[in-house]
């Protein structure tokens, strides 16, 4: 309230002949008493003692006005433990309390029972006759309202010129609750703007807390789950969680207590701050009997690609400091989330450029090396003797087959290590997804990972330019059922995938050195090769030999 209302208040008690320097020394002890300490919840236990005290009221309370009008908290003094237990509930704001809501000025009443606005008190309240009240004007919006009750010794009144009345509150009494109203209202104001630096303060604590862990490395689920915690408890949240996953599926990059399993989970439709039921949320998310849920999006440049979920045991009333708090962690964690994803494409690119490299020099001296080697040992088999030498025809037969096997040998090399050079020039999962190679080699990878042996592949001729898109499910059938069934059933020592388009025809081929396919087997997923083979007309073959491995060949045409 303004000076001019402690004006106000001083000039009535003028008029009214209190001059009493004991009711004027009580009075200023009891305004400093007030204005003591800046803790909201007691500053309003406090004036509502003082008040009783100075009035001499059996009993005193103070109501704060809630949101919808009602009333958000009470406090009182003067009913006993024993007489509270009794009590269904406190007061809630309406009748006589209500009245001081809706018209804010001091109110004196000499029995309640007999004002019209008197609606009776809750089950197992005490009785009650005379009632005094004040309203608490902060910055000029009504806080709320100090209640008096049961005139304890007989008020002194100027009207009766300072003689005892009876056992009811006088006008005395009237103009000092008004003084300590004025005095109420500034310590309320004075609480209220500590508790706002103090809670702005913890909010900027875990800011500037967690917003420097990303830069000295600090692994961001740990980062995101510390940041869960401290909103939890800053906001006596049940559990917070950080979702992502927009687009994409949805991920809990951060949580309080036991983890959480996105599974089918979905993100909140919402892109503001949002105040919501529990029983709105994925029920992974509501733990410990929340009922209800606050939900604070994740932006960037693209738009919102996640949120922050807080559940509490009440409906969670957000003031501009915690909601500005929020909005502020939220951005924490978005740029935690963005650093994470520049580190991880940085750390790529560091991989990359070393792969590069390693495949540059595999290009530029071990190929070389083995082309050199080739062109040598064909040199040697067309100007090897015709046989007017000392060997005989069958030696040098013999000869001719070592040295074309060892050109057969240097060429599936060759291609090996062409392969292996453009496996380190991408990164599974993040480049040239698309391309044949890519996904040729992804599948073996996949189907190979728990295998004892790992497949040999080899691609020939402008695989990632000529071959059609429509191909791309068949390709991927044949390597699968062709591939998964030389590991688990051919229990050979090598398995080689060869992928090659030439002459207008690709061809896909796995072979081994295995046992072979027995002629009681029944070829159910061939027989779909061989469907899939016709649908692009072309042919699927099956070449085995017991004992000496297997051969599938797939074949179709490159153009219609």
């Known amino acids: 309230m303004s000076n001019q209302g402690l004006d106000e208040a001083l000039d009535a008690l003028a008029r009214h002949g209190v001059d009493d320097p004991a009711v004027l020394r009580d009075l200023l002890e009891a305004v400093l008493v007030v204005g003591q300490g800046l803790e909201l919840d007691e500053a309003l236990q406090r004036i509502v003692e003082v008040a009783s005290a100075v009035v001499d009221a059996r009993y005193g309370a103070l109501g704060v006005r809630g949101p919808d009008g009602g009333l958000s908290a009470f406090v009182y003094t003067g009913i006993s433990e024993s007489q509270r237990a009794r009590m269904v509930h406190l007061p809630v704001g309406r009748g006589v309390l209500g009245l001081l809501i809706e018209q804010p000025q001091v109110l004196r009443i000499p029995a309640l029972s007999k004002h019209p606005a008197s609606v009776g008190f809750p089950a197992g309240h005490p009785p009650m006759n005379t009632f005094l009240g004040a309203p608490i004007i902060v910055r000029g919006s009504v806080f709320g309202s100090i209640y008096l009750t049961e005139k304890r010794r007989p008020a002194r009144s100027a009207s009766d010129g300072g003689k005892q009345s009876a056992l009811e509150f006088g006008e005395v009494d009237e103009t000092l609750v008004a003084v300590l109203a004025v005095a109420a209202g500034i310590a309320v104001d004075n609480a209220r703007l500590f508790e706002s630096a103090r809670t702005r303060h913890r909010w900027m604590q875990v800011i500037a807390r967690r917003g420097s862990e990303p830069l000295a490395g600090i692994a961001l689920d740990d980062t995101l789950s510390r940041l869960c915690e401290d909103v939890a408890e800053l906001t006596d949240g049940v559990d917070a969680f950080i979702l992502t996953g927009d687009p994409g599926p949805v991920e809990v990059a951060g949580h309080t207590g036991r983890a959480v399993t996105a599974g089918d989970m979905s993100l909140p439709p919402t892109d503001i701050h949002m105040v919501r039921p529990a029983v709105d949320l994925p029920s992974e998310l509501v733990r410990g009997g929340a009922q209800w849920a606050t939900v604070q999006p994740l932006q960037r440049a693209a738009g919102v690609f996640g949120c922050i979920v807080i559940t509490h045991h009440e409906r969670p009333r957000w003031d501009g400091e915690d909601a500005s708090g ?30 590069h490299r390693i495949a540059r020099d595999l290009h530029d001296h071990v190929i070389q090396r083995l082309f050199a080697i080739g062109m040598s040992v064909q040199t040697m088999l067309a100007t090897q003797p015709s046989g007017d030498g000392a060997d005989t025809p069958a030696v040098q037969s013999a000869t001719t087959a070592r040295l074309e096997q060892v050109i057969a040998d240097l060429d599936r090399t060759i291609a090996q290590i062409r392969t292996s050079i453009f496996d380190l020039q991408t990164v599974p999962g993040h480049h040239d997804t698309a391309t044949l190679r890519r996904r040729v080699l992804d599948i073996v990878s996949e189907l190979a990972v728990r295998a004892p042996i790992a497949p040999g592949v080899a691609f020939a001729g402008p695989v990632d330019t000529v071959v059609p898109e429509v191909l791309g499910p068949h390709i991927d059938a044949v390597l699968r059922e062709g591939l998964s069934n030389a590991l688990r059933h051919a229990k050979a020592e090598h398995i080689d995938v060869s992928v090659s388009a030439a002459d207008e025809v690709l061809t896909v081929q796995i072979s081994d050195d295995g046992a072979g396919i027995g002629s009681d087997v029944v070829y159910r997923g061939l027989d779909n090769l061989t469907r899939r083979a016709e649908e692009c007309d072309g042919v699927f073959s099956v070449v085995t030999r017991p004992g000496a491995g297997t051969t599938l060949t797939w074949s179709v045409p490159l153009t219609g």
């Open 326 to 355: 929020l909005a502020g962690v939220a951005e924490v964690a978005s740029l935690a989330v963005a650093y994470a994803e520049q580190q991880q494409v940085a750390r790529d690119l560091e991989v990359l450029e070393d792969r």
